[in-house]
């Protein structure tokens, strides 16, 4: 039977980053297990030499047989040739185990930022995500790696110096072992404050990123205002916060590798001299070649100890891109769909019965008692003030956000029971600014369903009055350019219209379609919504009057409350709030 896997954020908890870590690598500890073996065979003649290197030594001195000296060379050769081979195997088994391990982070950033409510991506920048999925995951990646492959020489090199040095020389073993202890008491000395400045560096990185992610956004606003030195002025207090943060860390992992340096060099320098005083005064009877021997292990063991103890500042870094992931993986302010009404057939009735609803931030709700009752097919148009409440209705019909009191039903069924993902395949939303992406025509027009034959494309951008500034592009496979930029803001507008057409949604959301829009660019575009809007319940939020008055009915709201419902010509004759809107 074949196991399930958990995914990795149900899971993830980056208040332990530690037993985040290994359990990230558990699928992988056979791969793991494979590469620290092939490791520990490739790295052996680092070990080993120092003491074939003594046996030379003492065969010259001792003017033994030629024949040995040969015997020595070629198992020289032997274990320097094979590091070819079974470095080939390391570097394909760590790799496999890391990029795995990549690669299921990634994925399931990118599923979690897909849960979250539509509230947590607006309360959180997109440049800081971006850096947890980019940056974050790289830390997490790089520090692996470095951790391993320095961690497996050291700890290598450590275990058959000290073997062969209890077996050669035994005397000398208690020397090697004091250099333990004192790296033990340097980690701990200085892990304290590497936290904090790791910390420290990586939220002046993500404000950074959220930083220059917002100024690429505003560049035609700063640019059309010249507020160039503005926003170069706000970039740089930025990075000179990343400046100052990133000098503190590398003045204290500095000052943390020197030290580790100086201490082994002078013990180091000790055992040379003792080794030699105690050949010279025969005093363990040690030949000239364990002298070499001895002096090559302990250059070996406080090198090893120093890269074990240089090792802190890369693992705090890649633990403190464990804990800034959890602040994704781990939010629980998620859309939750499973287990709840599957929803395959819309006809389109919406009903709010006494809605209310507050941001988290806000000293007042944002809609208050919202009752109002749609029909299938009708087309209600919300007109207010700014704050008056009409883009949060628009959210809940969606389903980016749920009533805090109150319910909303759907053909009679309550929205909080029901899997939004399947009542979105019934709906489609068509915003101020057109959402498209760098691809082709083809590809954002059938966004979701690329299967679609082309026939079927054509026909819905002719419907949505594309067709021709398509053809004269080139056709479906023209390429729009990033985020549409070679298209004017109607045309963008029309390819909106013609993705929502293909949906053929029951259920219509049209947020300022028009607003942005010159008069010729308006009349196309709005002839394009009036097809796209024939026989679906469409919610229409528009301040120009052409747009709304069309509509079924229109509710008028202030302060999160309708106040008005009515179609144009009866709202204008009732002199209420609407025909002031309309002066």
């Known amino acids: 039977m074949t196991r399930t896997r958990t995914p990795v954020e149900e899971w993830y908890d980056g208040t332990h980053p530690v037993r985040t870590t290994v359990r990230l690598f558990s699928d992988q500890r056979w791969r793991i297990l494979g590469a620290a073996l092939a490791y520990a065979v490739k790295h052996s ?46 570097v394909r088994f760590l ?35 971006q850096a947890k999925i980019v940056r974050d ?52 000395t200085m892990r304290k404050r590497m936290v904090s400045r790791n910390a420290d560096f990586r939220r002046q990185v993500e404000a950074m990123s959220a930083r220059v992610s917002e100024m690429t956004h505003l560049i035609p606003i700063t640019r059309a205002h010249a507020l160039e030195h503005r926003e170069l002025d706000r970039l740089d207090s930025t990075l000179l916060g990343v400046r100052e943060a990133g ?20 013990l180091s320098v000790a055992c040379l001299v003792g080794a030699a005083w105690a050949a010279y005064t025969g005093l363990f009877d040690l030949t000239p070649g364990d002298v070499v021997m001895l ?25 403190e891109s ?7 993986l781990s939010e629980q302010d998620l859309e939750r769909n499973e287990g709840k009404e599957q929803v395959t057939e819309v006809r389109g009735a919406v009903r709010f019965e006494h809605v209310a609803f507050r941001y ?22 919300l007109v207010g003030p700014s704050g008056s409440g009409k883009s949060t209705v628009l959210n809940m019909v969606i389903g980016f956000l749920a009533p805090t009191s ?31 992406f760098e691809g082709t025509v083809r590809d954002n027009v059938t966004y979701g369903d690329h299967d679609l034959p082309d026939d079927v494309v054509r026909t819905a951008l002719d419907d949505a009055n594309a067709l021709g500034f398509v053809d004269e592009m080139g056709g479906l496979d023209a390429v729009i350019g990033e985020r549409g930029s070679r298209l004017s803001g109607g045309q963008r507008q029309r390819i909106a219209i013609a993705r929502a057409l293909i949906r053929n949604p029951r259920v219509l959301v049209l947020d300022e379609a028009t607003s942005a829009l010159d008069a010729t660019s308006e009349r196309l575009v709005q002839g394009a919504l009036e097809r796209l809007m024939a026989g679906r319940t469409t919610f229409v939020v528009a301040h120009r009057l052409s747009t709304i008055r069309g509509a079924d009915r229109i509710a008028v709201m202030e302060a999160g409350r309708v106040v008005e419902v009515g179609s144009h010509g009866e709202l204008v004759a009732a002199g209420g709030a609407y025909a002031t809107l309309q002066t």
Request: hydrophobic share 50%; proline share 4%; charged share 15%.
């Open 45 to 90: 003649p680092v070990w080993v030499m120092p003491v074939l290197t003594a046996e030379v030594i003492d065969i010259v001195v001792e003017e033994r047989p030629l024949s040995e000296l040969w015997f020595v060379a070629a198992f020289m050769t032997v274990i320097i040739a094979q590091n070819l081979p079974l470095t080939a195997v390391y």
């Open 95 to 129: 790799s496999h185990s890391v990029r795995t391990v990549e690669t299921n982070l990634r994925m399931s950033l990118a599923r979690r930022l897909q849960e979250l409510s539509i509230g947590y991506h607006r309360r959180t920048s997109a440049g800081v995500l």
């Open 137 to 188: 995951v790289e830390n997490v990646v790089e520090s692996s790696r470095q951790t391993f492959d320095s961690s497996m020489g050291a700890i290598t090199t450590l275990a058959g110096a000290l073997v062969l040095t209890a077996v050669r020389t035994p005397e000398f073993l208690p020397v090697f072992l004091l250099a333990v202890p004192a790296s033990a008491a340097l980690v701990v």
């Open 247 to 266: 000098i503190r860390l590398d003045v204290l992992n500095g000052r943390f590798g020197a030290l580790a340096w100086i201490t082994f060099q002078l």
């Open 295 to 319: 002096s090559a292990y302990f250059v070996q063991l406080t090198g090893s100890v120093t890269v074990l103890m240089t090792l802190a500042p890369i693992i705090t870094k890649g633990l």
């Open 322 to 328: 464990i804990r800034s992931m959890g602040d994704v």
């Open 360 to 381: 988290d931030d806000a000293t007042a709700p944002a809609i208050e008692d919202l009752t109002l009752d749609v029909r299938a097919g009708e087309t209600i148009a």
């Open 406 to 436: 109150g319910r909303i039903l759907v053909d009679g069924h309550d929205m909080a029971g029901l899997d939004l993902r399947t009542y979105r395949r019934h709906l489609a939303v068509v915003p101020q600014e057109s959402l498209l």
